[in-house]
């Protein structure tokens, strides 16, 4: 199909542009400029958006678990770890290939509405999950979850990575997840490395104070010495990365590597802080968002951690210290960058991710600054219509083909036999 | 209007009833109780809500400016000083009556929507205020600042506590709201308690550090304390209090006095912290919730500030320090306690401001908890009807009287007027 998105404001993520025009063909950006001029252009293309909207490249989830979506408001006044054992796994355990395929349904859902495009995962019977993006409209990076211990769909590491080939050869976005460095033996972390081929990787790391004190004691050093020792930086997302150093922040701004700030989880499991984000920016590292799972946020929208992560970074490091815009870029170039994606931008052969916003709200008036209002007064229900690789998947805040009805049943139905 | 209100869960906010049924008759709650008998004793009234509710007192909010929505998003990245001195001030000289109007008209339109039904303003021009949230149907509690220096509409404390006066006498809701320790006399303070008389006084304290150092060097001891001296800790509604300590909160215990925390605004504007929410509880002080103005905020969103008090203070405190439950009191009955309100909660005899939470919604989903979704993971946009005083305000979601449009144009006309 084609189109011609029409908007108040574009948001490129580094330029701002008024009175914008996108054309998009077969899924990917032709052209952007004055929607005027370009309604002479191209007068038969299929119009969308207007004068109350903001256009925006759609946002990229750099880290959740959408199965877990299942788990939301599981016991939510819990450390990381007492958590995980007391309300987590357990139902994990009980968990068979079609909860997952539930919970990733409705978090597929909730993020696509909220504006996110696409995003990285990590757990098992990711086929399930990559069934349920299929269906959603979502691009999906299907992080296959590689631990040592047995995992529903995989009794070993071997098996694990046995299964992501599988899920490869069918087609669909693999990317080798080992968990984190203490529950992976540098054997496993290998295994991973040989089976990613150079290819993005995705892992906790230094997610807790107590994690990093373990790794050292184990390894002698910090863990993202420990995975450059092990040459696993290049290409890897690091999830959370909490409590990175100065000396590590500078290592990671040489290499190819992604931080995931979870600002929203970090501070609900009272990690104590988030990613030094502006550390980070003054090495050059790219940062960039993610929600973690639902159980842990207990939301999937990246909107919401835009803010978040501001709010923390003003507080901690001084109100200067971050700008809506630079969050802007963490939300969309940084994380299609940190995924290899050819979108995340509005700009001419980049794939047609975007999402208009209705400013046609009391809490968007007045406007001084859409990219203020986006990241400090907006919604996530101000999304309107969500496009992923030119399709319109939302359309009016509402997904064109899923009822909530029907993926509600199927949830209800996981949660009351996991109970 | 008499009213059967059903819902699938009500917080009232302590208990948790399921299927309740909320009887309403000239404002007042008259009963509560199992929806399918209310329904066969009052079968005429008029019936609301349903199976996919949840039903909550209206939420309070305890400080804010409201006709600086005007200045949402003015130059988000100062610190306090600096974003007074270079964004606010500049403009604040140039407003007239109605720019004030417009602003509030807007504010209170937002806040209602968002399921707030009270707020404790602070501002000049309150008349104008008083005249808005009228026409919005939102109860406002008229904060008449009191500064030693000249106001757009007073040029000395006195003259603003005439205006007070002929407000009050005009039959609005007035309260005394002297700015600060620093900005107002001694002998300003003392003119302010009396003519309070006796009743409750809103002021900002212990705001910043650096205002706590320079009250201990006029006073010789710390702001609670030096309120204390002057007899204005009863019934005071300090907002902010982010510096306050422990001796001043053993102190605060013991009156009537209640604190607000403001914590997108501590942060936002570099605070440091935000009041510390749970030594408060620990010792048994009342802690409410305010947004601040939506220049500092840049919301005038309850159910945010909820969120945002819970993750900071599990970052700060541990992930079992402060629970969804406790803040939802906050939000409600704490917030009307404060103000001597009649309603905050959903109780035989209590005023009716009540909302209606749609929670068919994918981020609602699964429900474990209605309280946890509440909290964590829900939006203002699923307030979905209002009532204020048992008055329909808000229906679907959207305000039954007033249009956008209009208010949208008001607020532009003093924006440009302003510039």
Same mark, same amino acid.
């Given at each position: 199909?084609?189109?011609?998105?029409?908007?108040?404001?574009?948001?490129?993520?580094?330029?701002?542009?008024?009175?914008?025009?996108?054309?998009?063909?077969?899924?990917?950006?032709?052209?952007?400029?004055?929607?005027?001029?370009?309604?002479?252009?191209?007068?038969?293309?299929?119009?969308?958006?207007?004068?109350?909207?903001?256009?925006?490249?759609?946002?990229?989830?750099?880290?959740?678990?959408?199965?877990?979506?299942?788990?939301?408001?599981? @016991?939510?006044?819990?450390?990381?770890?007492?958590?995980?054992?007391?309300?987590?796994?357990?139902?994990?355990?009980?968990?068979?290939?079609?909860?997952?395929?539930? *919970?990733?349904?409705?978090?597929?859902?909730?993020?696509?509405?909220?504006?996110?495009?696409?995003?990285?995962?990590?757990?098992?019977?990711?086929?399930?999950?990559?069934?349920?993006?299929?269906?959603?409209?979502?691009?999906?990076?299907?992080?296959?979850?590689?631990?040592?211990?047995?995992?529903?769909?995989?009794?070993?590491?071997?098996?694990?990575?046995?299964?992501?080939?599988?899920?490869?050869?069918?087609?669909?976005?693999?990317?080798?997840?080992?968990?984190?460095?203490?529950?992976?033996?540098?054997?496993?972390?290998?295994?991973?490395?040989?089976?990613?081929? *150079?290819?993005?990787?995705?892992?906790?790391?230094?997610?807790?104070?107590?994690?990093?004190?373990?790794?050292?004691?184990?390894?002698?050093?910090?863990?993202?010495?420990?995975?450059?020792?092990?040459?696993?930086?290049?290409?890897?997302?690091?999830?959370?990365?909490?409590?990175?150093?100065?000396?590590?922040?500078? $290592?990671?701004?040489?290499?190819?590597?992604?931080?995931?700030?979870?600002?929203?989880?970090?501070?609900?499991?009272?990690?104590?802080?988030?990613?030094?984000?502006?550390?980070? $920016?003054?090495?050059?590292?790219?940062?960039?968002?993610?929600?973690?799972?639902?159980?842990?946020?207990?939301?999937?929208?990246?909107?919401?951690?835009?803010?978040?992560?501001?709010?923390?970074?003003?507080?901690?490091?001084?109100?200067?210290?971050?700008?809506?815009?630079?969050?802007? @870029?963490?939300?969309?170039?940084?994380?299609?960058?940190?995924?290899?994606?050819?979108?995340?931008?509005?700009?001419?052969?980049?794939?047609?991710?975007?999402?208009?916003?209705?400013?046609?709200?009391?809490?968007?008036?007045?406007?001084?600054?859409?990219?203020?209002?986006?990241?400090?007064?907006?919604?996530?229900?101000?999304?309107?219509?969500?496009?992923?690789?030119?399709?319109?998947?939302?359309?009016?805040?509402?997904?064109?083909?899923?009822?909530?009805?029907?993926?509600?049943?199927?949830?209800?139905?996981?949660?009351?036999?996991?109970?």
């Amino acid at each position: 199909m084609e189109w011609l998105i029409g908007a108040r404001y574009a948001l490129t993520p580094r330029k701002k542009l008024t009175n914008a025009g996108v054309v998009v063909e077969e899924g990917v950006i032709v052209e952007v400029g004055d929607f005027e001029k370009l309604k002479h252009k191209y007068p038969r293309y299929e119009r969308i958006g207007g004068r109350e909207y903001l256009l925006v490249p759609g946002f990229v989830n750099a880290h959740t678990h959408v199965a877990m979506t299942l788990f939301r408001g599981v @016991e939510d006044d819990k450390p990381l770890n007492a958590w995980l054992r007391e309300a987590v796994w357990p139902k994990e355990a009980k968990l068979r290939p079609e909860d997952c395929y539930a *919970g990733a349904l409705l978090g597929c859902l909730e993020m696509v509405l909220n504006g996110v495009t696409c995003f990285l995962d990590m757990y098992f019977y990711e086929e399930e999950v990559g069934k349920a993006a299929k269906e959603v409209g979502i691009r999906a990076f299907l992080g296959v979850g590689v631990i040592d211990f047995p995992l529903p769909d995989a009794k070993t590491p071997k098996e694990a990575l046995k299964n992501a080939e599988k899920l490869r050869k069918k087609g669909y976005r693999v990317v080798i997840s080992p968990h984190s460095l203490l529950t992976c033996s540098k054997e496993t972390l290998e295994m991973c490395k040989e089976a990613a081929k *150079g290819d993005v990787i995705h892992m906790h790391v230094s997610e807790t104070e107590e994690e990093v004190e373990r790794v050292k004691r184990k390894y002698g050093k910090p863990p993202f010495f420990v995975l450059e020792e092990l040459g696993m930086l290049e290409k890897l997302v690091a999830a959370h990365a909490t409590w990175i150093s100065r000396e590590e922040l500078r $290592l990671v701004a040489e290499r190819e590597c992604s931080l995931v700030a979870c600002p929203s989880a970090a501070m609900k499991l009272s990690y104590g802080r988030v990613v030094p984000v502006v550390d980070a $920016l003054n090495v050059g590292a790219n940062v960039c968002l993610g929600t973690d799972g639902a159980g842990s946020n207990n939301r999937l929208d990246i909107l919401l951690e835009g803010r978040e992560i501001l709010l923390y970074a003003k507080n901690a490091w001084g109100a200067e210290s971050l700008k809506a815009e630079q969050v802007l @870029e963490f939300m969309t170039s940084t994380g299609a960058k940190a995924l290899g994606l050819n979108a995340g931008e509005i700009k001419e052969g980049r794939e047609a991710d975007l999402v208009l916003i209705n400013m046609d709200k009391p809490h968007w008036t007045p406007c001084y600054d859409p990219c203020s209002n986006l990241l400090y007064a907006s919604l996530a229900s101000d999304v309107d219509c969500v496009f992923v690789k030119g399709e319109l998947i939302v359309e009016g805040g509402k997904h064109k083909k899923l009822e909530l009805e029907k993926v509600a049943g199927l949830v209800e139905k996981a949660k009351n036999r996991l109970a």
